[in-house]
Structure formats: C-alpha cells, structure tokens
T-cell receptor
Framework: DQQVKQNSPSLSVQEGRISILNCDYTNSMFDYFLWYKKYPAEGPTFLISISSIKDKNEDGRFTVFLNKSAKHLSLHIVPSQPGDSAVYFC???????????FGQGTRLTINP | NAGVTQTPKFQVLKTGQSMTLQCAQDMNHNSMYWYRQDPGMGLRLIYYSASEGTTDKGEVPNGYNVSRLNKREFSLRLESAAPSQTSVYFCASLTGGKGNTIYFGEGSWLTVV
C-alpha cells in the first residue's frame, strides 16, 4: 500500500525546456511535502518543500505545486539544465511528524 | 561541518554474517533514521529514533536492530545477513519543528552473497 507514488520511473527533457515531475499521495493526513534530489553514489539532498496551507512554492528555477483536492503535487524545473539530471524523490508527512514517506523516485535526464 | 556521517561506505558480507552500520550527526537533531533504497522501491524506513533512548520500527524492520547510543549516534545492526538485505542504506536526521527537513548521509552499499 504505497501512500506516496511517483508513477513515472523516468523522464527525458531537452536542455532549456521545462521538466515536470509528478507525485500522488493517498493519505489525507499529510500536510507537508518535500522534494529531494539524488545523484549516483550520494545521499538525497533537500530541494524544496510546501505546506498544505499553500498551493505553490518557488525557489529559483524550482517550483512546487500542490493540488490538495486531487492529492497531487508536481515539481517544475525551468529552464532545465544538464546538472539537473538526477533521481527525484517526493516525500510527505505531517507538520511536526517524525516520519516522512517517500515515493519510488523519478530519474530525470536532461539532454543537451 | 560534517552533517550526517555513516560508515562503512561499502561492505560485502557472506550470508549469516553480522555487521553494524554506524551513523553520527553533528547538527544536534533529536530524530534519526535508517532507510534502505532498492530499485523501484524508493526509500523505505527501517527504524527511527525520535529522541535519545527511544527507537521505533518503520516500514521494513525485519532482520535489523538499532541502537541510539546517544544524541549523536544511531547504529543499525544486521544479526544474520541475508541476500535480501543487499541494498543501499542511508542514515538521516531531522531538523524538527516547523518545516521538517531530513538530512541524509552519503549512503552505505551493502552486498550479501
């Protein structure tokens, strides 16, 4: 029973275009969502987060959108750069909660 | 500023052998975690420790034990390794409070043959 799902195992995008990574969740108790980026042979690193009181959070080239009614969030990267090639994990939890639940990850490849 | 440090980075074990993965954080975080990453499965929580002296099971605790030695250190032990425990293991710690953010170590690659 996967509470957080990333249905696209991989995504390929041309450099300079927009990358959109999607994530769905089932637990309506989740009210805090994060995106992590992972390069090979390294630990995941925090990228951006959003609280359920917002529907959008922006940080430079990265924007996370939250649609609570659809239990869906997405990460937009624009413009995409070769250094963005990595595996991206979405995660969900409650404010002050001790545990985060992670999705399966999406491998993003940016082509020159 | 080391953050989360875990050792060893690589280990090969024979089935039935035991070993301990060590983890330490220098960020004064209360909560610490052990995750495993397998292809197509994402990051799955093995055990976590909300504070010094407490530990709780996560999603996949079978075959593992943990010990929260002090606020800084959280170890993961495999008592009798099995091939199904071949994985990449990540230790992590949590900032806590508003805006929880988990910080991960660099990972430990474990192969059980």
């Amino acid at each position: 029973d996967q509470q957080v799902k990333q249905n696209s195992p991989s995504l390929s995008v041309q450099e300079g275009r927009i990358s959109i990574l999607n994530c769905d969740y089932t637990n309506s108790m989740f009210d805090y969502f994060l995106w992590y980026k992972k390069y090979p042979a390294e630990g995941p690193t925090f990228l951006i987060s959003i609280s359920s009181i917002k529907d959008k959070n922006e940080d430079g080239r990265f924007t996370v959108f939250l649609n609570k009614s659809a239990k869906h969030l997405s990460l937009h990267i624009v413009p995409s750069q070769p250094g963005d090639s990595a595996v991206y994990f979405c995660a969900a939890g409650g404010q002050g909660a001790q545990k985060l639940v992670f999705g399966q990850g999406t491998r993003l490849t940016i082509n020159p | 500023n080391a953050g989360v440090t875990q050792t060893p980075k690589f280990q090969v074990l024979k089935t039935g052998q035991s070993m301990t993965l060590q983890c330490a954080q220098d960020m004064n975080h209360n909560s610490m975690y052990w995750y495993r990453q397998d292809p197509g499965m994402g990051l799955r929580l093995i055990y976590y420790s909300a504070s010094e002296g407490t530990t709780d099971k996560g999603e996949v605790p079978n075959g593992y034990n943990v010990s929260r030695l002090n606020k800084r250190e959280f170890s993961l032990r495999l008592e009798s390794a099995a091939p199904s425990q071949t994985s990449v293991y990540f230790c992590a710690s949590l900032t806590g409070g508003k805006g929880n953010t988990i910080y991960f170590g660099e990972g430990s690659w474990l192969t059980v043959v």
